[in-house]
């Protein structure tokens, strides 16, 4: 089961298994239709809705529900769990540093030192095994300094960024 959270207001559980698909344990009574990847046609009560995935980061996402853009947040049973053992936050707060998780070569900076970012900020891009992997911030803090430049080739842990 999937919970989604749409803009401020209250989550909504979600299952999809050999009966059906259940909105708060409610079978849901519409048909969604895929269109692309990242477009729907949604029919219910005699309605369509065409949803477009606009932005994707992570697990948040921007919708746009014909003319009406939603910020969308998607949690799994994973998620779920660690929020309520209060371990979503405890590793946002105790980074002080980013380092790099593989080796490969830094392609772009995305940030300044002094500059205040906030979770989920994107901070750099590593290219890795040719794939270009963005490295995002961990939590809120200002860059302190950043250790590294543009087209330099790092090694797994290697300091990147440190925040104050």
């Known amino acids: 089961m999937i919970e989604v959270q749409v803009g401020e207001s209250k989550k909504i559980s979600v299952e999809n298994n050999k009966e059906g ?3 708060n344990n409610k079978p849901f009574d519409g048909e969604i239709k895929r269109i692309s990847d990242d ?5 219910k009560s005699n309605k369509i809705f065409r949803v477009d995935i606009v932005e994707r980061d992570g697990k948040a996402m ?3 529900i014909n003319d009406h853009v939603m910020d969308v947040l998607v949690t799994d049973h994973i998620d779920q769990i660690l929020s309520k053992l209060g371990m979503d936050t405890i590793a946002a ?3 002080q540093d980013i380092k790099a998780p593989m080796p490969g070569s ?3 900076i995305l940030v300044n030192e002094g500059d205040e970012v906030t979770q989920g900020d994107k901070l ?3 290219e890795a095994m040719k794939m270009e992997n963005v490295i995002k911030s961990p939590g809120d803090g200002k860059v302190n300094k950043i250790h590294i430049s ?3 080739n790092v090694e797994k842990n290697q300091v ?3 925040f104050e």
């Open 150 to 152: 543009e087209k330099e």
């Open 93 to 95: 707060t105790a980074v």
């Open 106 to 108: 830094i392609l772009n």
């Open 124 to 126: 750099l891009v590593l």
């Open 39 to 43: 477009s729907f046609k949604v029919y």
């Open 160 to 162: 990147l960024i440190s």
């Open 21 to 23: 698909v259940f909105l």
């Open 62 to 64: 921007k919708l746009k």
